[in-house]
């Protein structure tokens, strides 16, 4: 079982719609968790983190942890074509040396007009 | 300034040449971060530097090495690089490095091997 899994897409979805975007994670003892965005040849910027189960919204974004279902997700509410880009979920994992980003593989999101 | 730095954008080299990346952030971050990323893939961790020392290294071959001048810098120097090592090479920072500090990463070096 990988890390960190999230369904590789695409997502097409249309314009002015809801994006949603999962992730479920291996480590039970995972704290934090974050969600990228990756323009194609560009860097990941960091849009979402969140600590505690349950909602957190930003603007158009919502994430959502569920601790027990070992599941974080990410909404796009009024999806726009510029949001069309690959979203990364990423997970703190506990190691014996440390603490470590882990992503997963990525969804690309695909917003028609 | 809420910005990393990363020089130059674009770098190509042979398998023979010594070459450094650069990363700089002004944040007061204590935490630095190479990460590599091939295409169509995540990124992956390579080397984490914690207040100026060197914490985590996920086993990278020796034609890579750190180096972390002060708490805003941190330098890869290359050597003897491989085509297979072609990709982007990020850099990031956070405030700590511990579970609860959002990494934010640079616009990336990309490095072709010939």
């Known amino acids: 079982q990988k890390e960190v899994e999230q369904n590789s897409g695409p997502l097409s979805v249309p314009e002015g719609a809801i994006a949603s975007l999962n992730c479920t994670y291996s480590?039970?003892?995972?704290?934090?968790f974050f969600w990228y965005r990756q323009y194609s040849g560009k860097s990941p910027e960091l849009i979402m983190f969140?600590?505690?189960?349950g909602d957190k919204e930003d603007g158009r974004f919502t994430a959502q942890l569920n601790k027990a279902s070992q599941y974080v997700s990410l909404l796009i509410r009024d999806s726009q074509p510029s949001d069309s880009a690959t979203y990364l979920c990423?997970?703190?994992?506990?190691?014996?040396?440390?603490?470590?980003?882990?992503f997963g593989a990525g969804t690309i999101l695909r917003v028609k007009s | 300034d809420t910005e990393v730095t990363q020089t130059p954008k674009h770098l190509v080299m042979g398998m023979t040449n010594k070459k450094s990346l650069k990363c700089e952030q002004h944040?007061?971050?204590?935490?630095m971060y190479w990460y590599k990323q091939k295409a169509k893939k995540p990124p992956e961790l390579m080397f984490v530097?914690?207040?100026?020392?060197?914490?985590i290294n996920e086993s990278v071959p020796s034609r890579f090495s750190p180096e972390c001048p002060n708490s805003s810098l941190l330098n890869l120097h290359l050597h003897a690089l491989q085509p297979e090592d072609s990709a982007l090479y990020l850099c990031?920072?956070?405030?700590?490095?511990?579970?609860?500090?959002?990494?934010?990463f640079g616009p990336g070096t990309r490095l072709t091997v010939l």
């Open positions: 990031a920072s956070s405030h700590l490095a511990g579970g609860y500090n959002e990494q934010f």
């Open positions: 480590d039970r003892g995972s704290q934090s």
């Open positions: 969140i600590y505690s189960n």
């Open positions: 990423a997970v703190n994992l506990k190691r014996e040396y440390g603490n470590k980003l882990v």
């Open positions: 944040m007061g971050h204590r935490a």
């Open positions: 530097y914690s207040y100026e020392k060197l914490s």
